[in-house]
């Protein structure tokens, strides 16, 4: 069976710390998304991840790609309160018909 | 605004019953997907329609059934509803080749009473 892990499942950090979520998938894929959800809300696209040893940086936020390992990061720097949301990674499955399998989601509660 | 437009935005609705949930993608966009969330399964890939075609299933029960149009636009039927059907129905939809970010519409709550 197909699996998207993420860890931790829950977040709590203090501003203008520094932490990384990871993803990890168990089987081979090139291509990774990662997505915030605010509560209430739906999913914003944040990073689109094509190749082995991709890395892609938006603000505070910096996602990179091992498909080797299978493994995705999220690396957060010096948080501030407007990150706190739910992050999920998701893994296109090119050999199951390009199916989308998402993460159990890292909610991320950023302290003042 | 991602530019999917969803509707309706809830809903109540009896055990038994059956509900359509309408999506409309983004402008330009061919691949529209469905998925539920709740809190004990998360987010669950149900379906994807290319232009028209069914192109992916995921965890679609069969009392659930989709289907794409040719103005693009696509609807979701859920059938002989369960108080577990009860979710947050969230339509994608991306382009048609290459990267296929997905940008998500504001979802469909559903509740069943």
């Known amino acids: 069976e197909l699996k998207v892990e993420q860890n931790p499942l829950f977040l709590s950090m203090q501003e203008g710390k520094n932490y990384t979520i990871y993803c990890n998938y168990s089987?081979?894929?090139?291509?990774l998304y990662w997505y915030r959800q605010d509560p209430g809300k739906s999913l914003e696209s944040l990073f689109v991840?094509?190749?082995?040893?991709a890395v892609k940086q938006e603000g505070r936020l910096m996602a990179s790609l091992d498909t080797k390992a299978r493994l995705s990061t999220l690396h957060i720097t010096a948080a501030v309160h407007d990150l706190s949301a739910t992050y999920f990674c998701a893994m296109e499955a090119r050999n199951t018909g390009n199916q989308f399998y998402f993460g159990t989601g890292t909610s991320l509660t950023v302290i003042p | 605004d991602s530019g999917v437009t969803q509707t309706p935005k809830h809903l109540i609705t009896a055990t038994g019953q059956r509900v359509t949930l309408r999506c409309s993608p983004r402008?330009?966009?061919?691949?529209v997907y469905w998925y539920q969330q709740s809190l004990d399964q998360g987010l669950q890939f149900l379906i994807q329609y290319y232009n028209g075609e069914e192109r992916a299933k995921g965890n679609i029960l069969e009392r659930f059934s989709a289907q794409q149009f040719p103005d693009l636009h696509s609807e979701l039927n859920l059938s002989s509803l369960e108080l577990g059907d009860s979710a947050l129905y969230f339509c994608?939809?991306?382009?048609?080749?290459?990267?296929?970010?997905?940008?998500f519409g504001p979802g469909t709550r559903l509740t069943v009473l």
């Open positions: 991840l094509l190749s082995n040893g």
């Open positions: 402008s330009g966009d061919l691949s």
């Open positions: 089987t081979t894929s090139d291509r």
């Open positions: 994608a939809s991306s382009v048609a080749q290459g990267v296929r970010e997905q940008f």
